[in-house]
């Protein structure tokens, strides 16, 4: 349950919100995607065809799926660090290009040119994909700058970790953002560990939305893996954001099944701690079982909508796998632009 | 695919052992279900499913050490699959994607002998500057004044142009380079910053993503220290990054090297530092005219500019000439004495040594041809090349360290492309090798100075 940590005036939380069937639906799809393609993209990293660094977002995507639902889709900006495929999906990029971005592939969405950690898309307003922890904090500030600058009505929705969270940068922004009042909504993405490094390890508070406090930027803590919690509290957010009055901090409270990146054993936490939230927090089998349970859904019905996720991955593998490398010419290209 | 395949967990791993099977033939499993467990010298990771189905085959025994990355493990047949059914496609499409990996290794082994097949870099062509009107009236006029026109006079034409920085408004600039400004244009545009340069630079690098044309003010490029991942990592590499798709267009600026007794932190000279970075443009003026010229083109150009004031320069003068829109070609550099002895190649606080200098040398009969940049990158190579070409003989100076410096990069190029021209060793008078000293002498000995020049110039034409 949500709950208003709050530096103004707190506030109760309604209890939790309902989805209509329809919105259970679509988040059902969209994270059931990201689940579905973060698989395969694990397991083409394990074939060689994608290579580098590969951060999975498996476990955590009702955080992004709730987000994108609250928003304005092509208006308001998103941002954010490395684990960046989910994001892309939910955004409406094509999957094809995010994985042929994966295994480096001239159809990539940067020609790829830019790898796991490196898509855009200034269509769907997707600002990446940065590989330097609690640098999108200040360029997502910075999105909601141009926002206000331009008054184009858009919110910057940035997202960073928790262990982005401990950069100094972020003040540097919390400040800047509250002092000019951008339309710039905070997402503390705590999955609990940063890489290795468990938050009690290296933070000296835990309570992540209270960290624009001192800033007077409000904030709230709220279930990262029901998608209905999310998309309550960003709805909530965003309108604040939008409406003038400033920035706004949620923590999410969400957990990665898979290491920090693929090649990462994740020996720092317990089989039992990871085992308990893929059993009963799962933020997928949450929205399957209410659909189930509502009754007018039936297990048929989902089935489909798997197969039918499963060929969009398998279609955007296959893409990916045989579609050609970049051309040598491109390593000279988009260095500068010919002014 | 029914067939399981052993992974590789990491970017370098080739083989590993199969430590244990957690699954036997017959079970159910569906995606995410953990499989197996691996062991490389580095770590233990699980393999998990990714399809549903149930395990009809296991391949590879637990406790099998070596096991090639991307051997089948196991077998798992999807709902209405038979093993019989499984068979051929196993055989037939299985080896595929382990041989991919493979083949490509090979392919590019068969290549590796022809490094031609990397693509030339593309060639730098320069465009000369405009002419200017006969009879055009040259005011003279401070460094300071011309930055201070160039900013006025670009935020006046384009509304996306905004000024940020410590003490840009209120104060009207530490340097008052931005004095009137806030006056103009107001606090929407020309802003005032918290004393936080990685996150301001981060904010304003953000805004250019999304169209505006920041000019960023840094009180010194000193403390550019903290932004410096933004400028480089979040700036410069974002048009490479995004296949072309997303733009930074616009300005760092700043007073840039020594100023005067304000030791090593704050006398610092970053010309090679940026130049270094390709996605940078990268500028450092001398002239009145030139700061005026060449910062209306910065604030114009579509790319990311490093552009390096020098404190010392803002109080000199020079002529600038009054034209409707005076905006100088960016990686030109401008021949400020023709001569056919040798070539002095300078920018910015550089150019106040070499031009004292030219002016004894050619009292004392050696016919000098001196250069200044501007620009260091693009770097005019062709001015410089063409000079040398002419003289046979090249002296750099600047106040930066030597290795790895503009000089280091001027004397590289001339030994590639004009070698055969040479008379002499290309020598460089730079700042030396240490922290600037407070102390008034030793920073009189650490920044290089007018009889240095002389001497690196007497040395080279053979003359002492």
């Given at each position: 349950m949500a709950r208003k940590a709050t530096a103004t005036k707190a506030k109760t939380q309604p209890n939790v919100p309902q989805f209509t069937q329809e919105q259970e639906l679509e988040a059902f799809r969209e994270m059931l995607l990201i689940r579905r393609f973060e698989e395969k993209a694990g397991q083409m990293y394990g074939m060689g065809l994608i290579g580098g660094f590969c951060h999975l977002y498996i476990g955590q995507e009702a955080v992004v799926t709730g987000i994108t639902m609250a928003s304005e889709k092509g208006k308001d900006a998103q941002i954010t660090g490395y684990r960046d495929h989910g994001h892309m999906l939910v955004m409406g990029l094509d999957p094809k290009g995010v994985m042929a971005e994966l295994t480096g592939?001239?159809?990539?969405?940067?020609?790829?040119?830019?790898?796991?950690?490196h898509m855009f898309s200034n269509e769907h307003r997707f600002y990446g994909g940065n590989g330097i922890v609690g640098a999108q904090a200040s360029l997502g500030t910075g999105l909601a700058f141009a926002s206000k600058y331009t008054g184009d009505g858009s919110v910057s929705i940035t997202y960073f970790g928790d262990g982005a969270a401990n950069q100094g940068q972020v003040y540097e922004s919390f400040n800047m953002a509250k002092l000019w009042n951008l339309p710039v909504v905070y997402i503390i993405e705590n999955n609990k560990y940063a890489m290795g490094t468990s938050t009690e390890r290296s933070s000296?508070?835990?309570?992540?939305?209270?960290?624009g406090a001192s800033f007077n930027i409000p904030g709230e803590q709220v279930d990262g893996m029901d998608v209905r919690m999310v998309y309550d509290a960003a709805q909530r957010a965003i309108e604040h954001a939008r409406s003038g009055k400033g920035p706004y901090i949620l923590e999410m409270l969400t957990y990665r099944y898979r290491g920090h990146s693929m090649s990462d054993p994740a020996k720092y936490r317990s089989k039992d701690e990871v085992t308990k939230y893929r059993q009963e927090r799962d933020p997928i089998e949450q929205v399957r079982a209410r659909l189930l349970e509502g009754g007018s859904i039936t297990e048929e019905e989902l089935k489909k909508i798997e197969t039918d996720i499963r060929a969009v991955v398998t279609e955007a593998a296959d893409f990916a796998t045989n579609d050609p490398e970049p051309d040598a010419s491109e390593l000279w290209t988009d260095i500068t632009i010919k002014a | 695919m029914p067939q399981i395949l052993m992974p590789a967990l990491s970017p370098t791993m080739e083989e590993g052992k199969l430590a244990k099977w957690v699954v036997k033939v017959g079970d159910q499993v569906k995606s995410g279900d953990v499989l197996a467990e691996i062991e490389t010298d580095k770590a233990t990771m699980e393999v998990e499913s990714v399809d549903e189905g149930?395990?009809?085959?296991?391949?590879v025994e637990e406790g099998t050490e070596g096991v090639k990355v991307n051997t089948p493990i196991a077998v798992v047949l999807a709902e209405g699959e038979s093993a019989s059914e499984a068979a051929a496609p196993v055989a037939e499409t299985a080896p595929e994607p382990a041989e991919a990996p493979v083949a490509a290794a090979e392919k590019a082994a068969e290549t590796a002998?022809?490094?031609?097949?990397v693509p030339a870099a593309p060639k730098f062509e320069p465009q000369a500057d405009p002419d200017l009107p006969e009879g055009v009236e040259m005011v003279e006029m401070t460094v300071r004044q011309a930055l201070n026109e160039a900013m006025a006079e670009e935020l006046r034409r384009d509304k996306d142009v905004f000024i940020m920085g410590e003490e840009v408004a209120e104060y009207q600039g530490a340097y008052k380079i931005t004095q009137g400004l806030l006056q103009e244009f107001g606090k929407e545009r020309v802003i005032d910053t918290p004393i936080t340069e990685h996150g301001f630079a981060g904010l304003a690098v953000g805004a250019a993503f999304a169209g505006l044309k920041p000019v960023v003010e840094f009180m010194t490029w000193n403390f550019a220290m903290q932004a410096i991942d933004q400028i480089i990592n979040s700036a410069a590499k974002q048009l490479y990054m995004s296949g072309g798709q997303v733009k930074a267009p616009m300005v760092f600026r700043g007073p840039n090297g020594a100023a005067a007794r304000v030791g090593a932190q704050h006398s610092q000279d970053y010309s090679a530092w940026y130049s270094h970075v390709p996605g940078l443009t990268v500028i450092a003026p001398y002239s009145a005219a030139d700061a005026k010229g060449l910062l209306k083109a910065a604030i114009r150009s579509p790319n990311p500019v490093v552009f390096l004031e020098n404190e010392i320069l803002y109080g000199s003068t020079g002529l600038v000439p009054q034209v409707e829109d005076f905006v100088l070609p960016i990686g030109k550099a401008r021949i400020a004495r023709k001569g056919a002895d040798v070539t002095v190649v300078s920018f910015s606080m550089g150019m106040r040594y070499a031009t004292q200098a030219t002016e004894k040398l050619v009292a004392a009969g050696v016919d000098v041809e001196l250069i200044d940049l501007r620009t260091l990158r693009p770097l005019d190579s062709d001015t410089v090349i063409e000079s040398v070409k002419k003289t046979g003989r090249l002296v750099t100076v600047e106040e930066g360290w030597p290795q790895g410096g503009i000089g280091a990069e001027l004397s590289a190029r001339v030994m590639e492309e004009a070698f055969d021209y040479l008379d002499a060793p290309v020598m460089r008078v730079t700042g030396?090798?240490?922290?600037?000293?407070?102390a008034a002498n030793l920073e009189k000995l650490a920044l290089p100075n007018v009889d240095e020049v002389i001497a690196a110039v007497n040395a080279v034409t053979y003359r002492s």
């Open positions: 592939r001239q159809g990539g969405l940067s020609k790829g040119k830019g790898g796991s950690m000296a508070t835990t309570d992540f939305s209270m960290r | 149930t395990v009809s085959e296991i391949l002998p022809a490094a031609a097949a030396k090798d240490v922290p600037m000293p407070y």
